[in-house]
């Protein structure tokens, strides 16, 4: 008999045992029974903030590459100054650099020939009113007397640098690229008078140009075409001749001398 009851207590326990278990496993506050152990996997500070990956401070604002405060202001290469004005090689020693170019100014008439190289040649900056043209570079009066029996014609080069004749090894001016005619305007005092005018020293700048005119008492452009003449440095940039200076004296007149 003794037997028989404890073998039912032991049952009775096992049965409360069992009905505790149910009771703990139906516990609304034990749905997530270890939530500790489970902040790696439901908040994932390290993969789901990924601070380093996400805000990638160092990439994302990347303040030398995106800012690149040297190379996008780029100062000195963007002013550029000294290529840019480019003073010294642009003003070219105080004359001009650009067509049209004025004779005057560039080339000096300073190449006195004939009875001009024995004091026979007075060159006056005499204008017409108005003057003709443009009236680019210098107005010259010239006047030309005989001074020896056997010279009887004159002339003047305008040369570069001046004085410089065509055996002179020093180079001429560099005249821009384009030009195509020298133009002038010339007349004399009593007209009728034939005059040569010219340009270019035929061995040192490798070209010349001639016409032959007869001068009226007023003013008239005339054109050495150069058109189909390559140049390059240019020391005899324009220049005169003419005779009969046994017959009479020349008064000749030239303005507006110029390149283009």
């Given at each position: 008999?003794?037997?028989?009851?404890?073998?039912?207590?032991?049952?009775?326990?096992?049965?409360?045992?069992?009905?505790?278990?149910?009771?703990?496993?139906?516990?609304?506050?034990?749905?997530?029974?270890?939530?500790?152990?489970?902040?790696?996997?439901?908040?994932?500070?390290?993969?789901?903030?990924?601070?380093?990956?996400?805000?990638?401070?160092?990439?994302?604002?990347?303040?030398?590459?995106?800012?690149?405060?040297?190379?996008?202001?780029?100062?000195?290469?963007?002013?550029?100054?000294?290529?840019?004005?480019?003073?010294?090689?642009?003003?070219?020693?105080?004359?001009?650099?650009?067509?049209?170019?004025?004779?005057?100014?560039?080339?000096?008439?300073?190449?006195?020939?004939?009875?001009?190289?024995?004091?026979?040649?007075?060159?006056?900056?005499?204008?017409?009113?108005?003057?003709?043209?443009?009236?680019?570079?210098?107005?010259?009066?010239?006047?030309?007397?005989?001074?020896?029996?056997?010279?009887?014609?004159?002339?003047?080069?305008?040369?570069?640098?001046?004085?410089?004749?065509?055996?002179?090894?020093r180079p001429g001016f560099q005249v821009p690229d384009g030009a195509n005619a020298v133009t002038f305007y010339a007349w004399s005092e009593s007209?009728?008078?034939?005059?040569?005018?010219?340009?270019?020293?035929?061995?040192?700048?490798?070209?010349?140009?001639?016409?032959?005119?007869?001068?009226?008492?007023?003013?008239?452009?005339?054109?050495?075409?150069?058109?189909?003449?390559?140049?390059?440095?240019?020391?005899?940039?324009?220049?005169?001749?003419?005779?009969?200076?046994?017959?009479?004296?020349?008064?000749?007149?030239?303005?507006?001398?110029?390149?283009?």
């Amino acid at each position: 008999m003794l037997r028989n009851k404890r073998f039912a207590w032991t049952w009775a326990a096992a049965g409360v045992f069992a009905v505790a278990g149910l009771i703990g496993a139906c516990d609304p506050e034990e749905e997530n029974p270890n939530p500790s152990n489970q902040s790696d996997a439901g908040t994932k500070t390290d993969a789901g903030s990924n601070t380093d990956a996400g805000s990638n401070t160092d990439a994302g604002s990347n303040t030398d590459a995106g800012s690149n405060t040297d190379a996008g202001t780029n100062t000195d290469a963007g002013t550029n100054t000294d290529a840019g004005t480019e003073t010294d090689a642009g003003v070219d020693a105080g004359t001009q650099t650009t067509l049209p170019l004025a004779v005057d100014g560039t080339w000096a008439a300073s190449g006195y020939m004939g009875a001009g190289g024995q004091g026979g040649l007075v060159d006056e900056p005499i204008c017409h009113t108005p003057r003709p043209g443009a009236g680019l570079g210098n107005c010259h009066k010239f006047t030309a007397t005989q001074k020896q029996p056997d010279t009887a014609w004159a002339g003047v080069f305008w040369q570069f640098p001046e004085g410089a004749w065509a055996e002179d090894p020093r180079p001429g001016f560099q005249v821009p690229d384009g030009a195509n005619a020298v133009t002038f305007y010339a007349w004399s005092e009593s007209g009728g008078e034939a005059v040569d005018f010219f340009v270019g020293y035929e061995g040192k700048d490798g070209f010349t140009k001639k016409i032959n005119v007869t001068l009226t008492n007023e003013p008239k452009q005339y054109t050495l075409d150069i058109s189909k003449i390559r140049y390059s440095t240019v020391g005899g940039g324009f220049g005169w001749s003419a005779g009969g200076l046994d017959v009479k004296p020349l008064v000749l007149f030239i303005d507006d001398i110029q390149w283009h």
